[in-house]
C-alpha cells in the first residue's frame, strides 16, 4: 500500500543530502590537493639551502603550509558566486531581453545576490572553518600563539578584506559575463578568468615568490587583495598599517572596475544576440 | 574499417557544431595553454629559491612536468565526453538515444567529441621536454626512449580505461562524476618525482592508481637508469591490458543495468 511511496522518500531524502554530499566530495577532492602540496612544499623546504627550518621569501614551512590551508578555506567561502554563469544563460535564454527592460540595475542585481551568498557561506561554513582551522595550525605550531587585542584588530582587517575580495570578484566575473556578449558562450572565458585570478591572486604561490618586477606590477593589482592579501591579514603577517593599506587599494579597484564595468556593459548592450527565446 | 569511417563523420558533425561558437572556441584553447603556463610558471619561480627538488634539478623536474602531459593530453583527446555521461547525461536521461542505434554504445560515447584543446597540451608538453631534454645530459639508450613512448600511449590507455570504468558507475548510480574528479585529480601527484612522497603514497601511485608507473618510473628510467626499460615496458603494458579489459567489463556490466530517468 504505502509501497508505491517508497520513491519519493527516497527523492525526498536525495535531494535534501545533495548539498551535504557535494561538500564531501569537495572536502575529499580539497584534501588531496591540499595534501600534495603539503608533500610538495616539504620536498621543497627539505631541499633548500637552510633546511626544513629555513626561510623562503619571508615564509617558513609551517607558515607556508598555513597559508595553503587558510587559502583554500578563503577561495571555499568567498568565491561562490555564478554571476557569469547566469549572465550567459540570460544571454543563451534570452532572458537577458526581460532583464535590460526592468527599473532595476542589472549589475546591481548581481551585486546583491553575491553578498547574500557571501553571508550564508560565512555563517554556515566560514565560521566553524576557519575556527577549526586556525585551532589545529595553531594546536600542531603552524602558527605563532596569538596576542589577543592585536588579533582582534586584524580579525576585523581580514573580514573587511574578505568582503573586498568578494566584491572584486563579483565585478571581475561580471565583466567576463559580459564579455559573453560577444563570445555567446562561457566556457573558454570562465577557465581564462579562473586561471587568471588563481595565479595572479597567490593562491597557487604567494606572490614574494615571483620575480621581482613581476611581483611589483602586482602588488598594484587587484588580484592580490583577491586571496593572498586577506589570509596574510588573518595570519598576522602584515602589521595594521600594512592591512589598512591593502583595503585601501582593493576598495579603490571596486570603483575602478565598477566604472569600467559599466562602459563594457553599455557597449555590449548594443551588440546582444539572444540566441532562444 | 565501417567504424573508422563512422568515427570520423560522427567527429567532424561534432566539430561542426562546435564551430558555432568560434570565438569561444579559440578562448577556450588559449585558455588551456594559459593554464598549463601558469602551473608551469608557478613550479618555475618555487624551483628558483631551491638548488634543487629532492635530488632533481629545475630541468629534470620540468621534464617530468612535460612528460605527465602527454598521456594526460592523449586521454584528453579522444575521451572527454565520459565527464559529460558521468556527470549529466546519464541523469538527464539523454543517453537513450544511444541505446536505440546499431553501434556499441561505447563507442559512440567516443565519437561524441574530439577535443582540440589536448593538442595544446601535447604541444606544450612536447615543447617543454624538448627545452628541458637539451639543457640535461642523458645516456640515451633506445629502451629509455621506448619506455617514454611506452608509458605515454599506453599511459593514456590505463586514463581512459579508468575514466570509461568510473563513467559506467553513471549507470547505476546515475551520476559518478564527483568520483571520477576525485580519481582523475590523483593525477596531479604525478607531475613530480615521485620521491617527494612519503612511501605509502609512492606504493599507492604505482600499484593502485599507477599515474607514477608510466610517468615517473619511465623518466626515471632515462635519466638516471633506475629500472630495466623492458621490463617497465611489459609492465606498463599488462597494466594497461589489465585496466582496459577490466573497463570494458565494467561498462559492459552497468550498460545492462541502464534504466532511462526520463527527461
Known amino acids: 500500500m504505502l509501497r508505491k511511496y517508497k520513491p519519493f522518500l527516497r527523492a525526498g531524502a536525495i535531494d535534501t543530502m545533495t548539498f551535504r554530499f557535494n561538500i564531501m566530495i569537495w572536502a575529499v577532492v580539497t584534501v588531496c590537493q591540499v595534501a600534495c602540496l603539503v608533500f610538495l612544499w616539504l620536498a621543497v623546504y627539505r631541499s633548500s639551502a637552510g633546511g626544513i627550518d629555513a626561510e623562503i621569501h619571508g615564509f617558513s614551512f609551517r607558515e607556508m603550509i598555513a597559508y595553503v590551508v587558510l587559502t583554500t578555506v578563503f577561495n571555499f567561502v568567498t568565491f561562490n558566486n555564478d554571476t557569469m554563469w547566469y549572465i550567459n544563460n540570460d544571454i543563451r535564454k534570452g532572458t537577458i531581453g526581460n532583464h535590460l527592460i526592468k527599473p532595476i540595475s542589472y549589475r546591481g542585481k548581481f551585486a546583491a545576490t553575491s553578498l547574500g551568498s557571501l553571508l550564508t557561506m560565512a555563517v554556515m561554513f566560514g565560521l566553524p572553518f576557519y575556527t577549526a582551522a586556525l585551532l589545529a595550525l595553531r594546536g600542531l605550531g603552524f602558527l605563532p600563539g596569538l596576542t589577543f587585542p592585536a588579533f582582534f584588530a586584524h580579525l576585523g582587517l581580514f573580514l573587511l578584506s574578505g568582503l573586498c575580495a568578494s566584491l572584486l570578484n563579483d565585478v571581475i566575473s561580471y565583466i567576463f559575463g559580459v564579455l559573453c556578449f560577444y563570445t555567446t558562450s562561457a566556457w573558454g572565458l570562465n577557465s581564462l578568468k579562473e586561471t587568471l585570478v588563481s595565479f595572479l591572486s597567490g593562491t597557487l604561490l604567494p606572490l614574494a615568490f615571483f620575480p621581482a618586477g613581476l611581483r611589483d606590477v602586482l602588488s598594484w593589482m587587484p588580484f592580490a587583495g583577491m586571496s593572498q592579501n586577506p589570509v596574510l591579514i588573518l595570519m598576522m603577517k602584515y602589521d595594521l598599517a600594512a592591512s589598512l593599506r591593502c583595503v585601501a587599494l582593493s576598495a579603490a579597484w571596486i570603483v575602478v572596475l565598477e566604472l569600467l564595468a559599466k562602459l563594457l556593459f553599455s557597449h555590449a548592450a548594443r551588440k546582444v544576440t539572444v540566441q532562444g527565446g | ?263
Open chain 2, 1 to 263: 574499417m565501417r567504424y573508422v569511417h563512422l568515427y570520423f563523420t560522427c567527429i567532424k558533425r561534432s566539430m561542426i557544431s562546435r564551430l558555432e561558437y568560434k570565438k569561444d572556441t579559440l578562448v577556450a584553447l588559449s585558455s588551456f595553454f594559459f593554464s598549463n603556463l601558469c602551473s608551469l610558471a608557478a613550479l618555475y619561480f618555487i624551483l628558483q629559491s631551491i638548488p634543487a627538488l629532492a635530488g632533481y634539478s629545475l630541468y629534470e623536474v620540468g621534464f617530468f612536468y612535460g612528460f605527465s602531459m602527454l598521456p594526460i593530453a592523449l586521454d584528453h583527446l579522444f575521451s572527454d565526453e565520459l565527464w559529460l555521461v558521468a556527470y549529466r547525461r546519464v541523469k538527464d536521461g539523454d543517453m537513450d538515444m544511444h541505446f536505440l542505434r546499431p553501434v556499441p554504445v561505447l563507442f559512440q560515447v567516443f565519437a561524441e567529441t574530439f577535443q582540440p584543446e589536448g593538442f595544446g597540451e601535447l604541444i606544450l608538453g612536447a615543447a617543454l621536454i624538448a627545452v628541458c631534454a637539451s639543457n640535461l645530459t642523458v645516456a640515451v639508450t633506445f629502451g629509455s626512449v621506448a619506455v617514454l613512448f611506452v608509458g605515454a600511449l599506453f599511459g593514456a590507455v590505463i586514463i581512459t580505461s579508468l575514466k570509461v570504468a568510473i563513467a559506467a558507475l553513471a549507470f547505476i548510480f546515475k551520476r559518478s562524476g564527483p568520483l571520477l574528479q576525485i580519481i582523475y585529480n590523483f593525477s596531479t601527484y604525478a607531475k613530480y618525482p615521485l620521491a617527494i612522497y612519503p612511501a605509502f603514497i609512492r606504493a599507492f601511485l604505482i600499484f593502485v592508481l599507477p599515474f607514477g608507473l608510466f610517468i615517473s618510473l619511465p623518466v626515471d628510467t632515462l635519466l638516471y637508469g633506475k629500472h630495466d626499460p623492458w621490463l617497465l615496458c611489459g609492465a606498463i603494458i599488462g597494466c594497461a591490458a589489465v585496466f582496459f579489459a577490466l573497463a570494458v567489463w565494467v561498462w559492459t556490466a552497468c550498460e545492462r543495468r541502464y534504466e532511462s530517468t526520463g527527461s
